[in-house]
């Protein structure tokens, strides 16, 4: 489903990835993890053309991420992307964030688009909520109605980038419960995060960066059996006391 070859960039004289490849096969759940600064959001998003790079070569879904044919902004609305800090738009309902993507970019009509949007706030559990507005809701329930609308879209792959990294502990696991059901049903993920749980539950493969660079691309029992850089043996004792 995603394909990443030799994948460098640079800001100024500053390389930020250094020849990152790796392969997500359709239905894996690929979780990212790494210290501070190592390149996490930048890889993931690289793979929906919201970072371009200088060098190598992203396909997803065999269609090569950049490319001059490539029309960015279709490939983009069939990616989904959940952020640390939910983005959505304050001054709308939590309906109509949910139908505004699908009215504008892949043309639905407001009804169609709403059925879909409500199909998905009910099953991440806030239907109660539609007519809210965002500042009405907490954080865990703001990033659900994030992930609703990303499904709304019907996505061929999700990228969540630390998507309970801002949220209070007590909330952290209704996000997560989310994402593992969406895990389970076989969606395509690549979930930077640090929530080493949720990669112990779904994760079929993590990969580890440092410096820009991917160190480790290994399966979950590898990593957690014996993450083989020291570096990864370093951070996986930090982050598991
Ligand atoms: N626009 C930019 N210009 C210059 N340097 C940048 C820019 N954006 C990010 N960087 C640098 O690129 C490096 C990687 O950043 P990135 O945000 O991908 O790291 P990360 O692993 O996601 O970190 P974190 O865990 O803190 O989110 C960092 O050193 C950062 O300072
Ligand atoms: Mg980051």
Not at 34 to 53: C, D, R, Y
Not at 109 to 127: H, I, Q
Not at 189 to 217: L, P, Q, S, Y
């Amino acid at each position: 489903m995603i394909e990443m070859e030799n994948v460098s960039k640079w800001y100024g004289n500053f390389q930020v990835l250094t020849d990152c490849t790796t392969q997500v096969a359709k239905g894996d759940v690929v979780v990212v993890c790494g210290p501070s600064g190592s390149g996490k959001s930048t890889l993931i998003k690289t793979v929906n053309g919201l970072e371009p790079f200088q060098k190598g070569r992203i396909t997803v879904d065999g269609t090569v991420v950049g490319a001059p044919e490539t029309n960015m902004s279709k490939l983009r609305s069939r990616i989904g992307m959940v952020f640390q800090n939910f983005e959505l738009f304050p001054h709308l309902s939590i309906r109509q964030n949910l139908t505004l993507g699908q009215v504008k970019v892949l043309g639905r009509s407001e009804e169609e688009a709403a059925e879909r949007g409500l199909k998905y706030l009910d099953r991440v559990g806030l239907l109660a909520h539609k007519d809210k507005f965002p500042g009405q809701l907490s954080g865990g329930q703001q990033q659900r109605v994030a992930i609703a609308r990303a499904l709304s879209m019907d996505p061929m792959a999700m990228l969540f980038d630390e998507p309970t990294s801002a949220l209070d502990p007590e909330m952290i696991n209704e996000v997560l419960d989310v994402m593992v059901g969406l895990a389970q049903e076989g969606m395509t993920m690549m979930v930077v995060t640090h929530e080493m749980g949720f990669a112990r539950k779904v994760a079929n493969r993590v990969i580890f960066m440092d410096k820009g660079a991917i160190i480790e691309d290994c399966t979950k029992d590898e990593f957690f059996g014996s993450a083989r850089s020291e570096r990864a043996q370093d951070f996986l004792a930090k982050i598991l006391h």
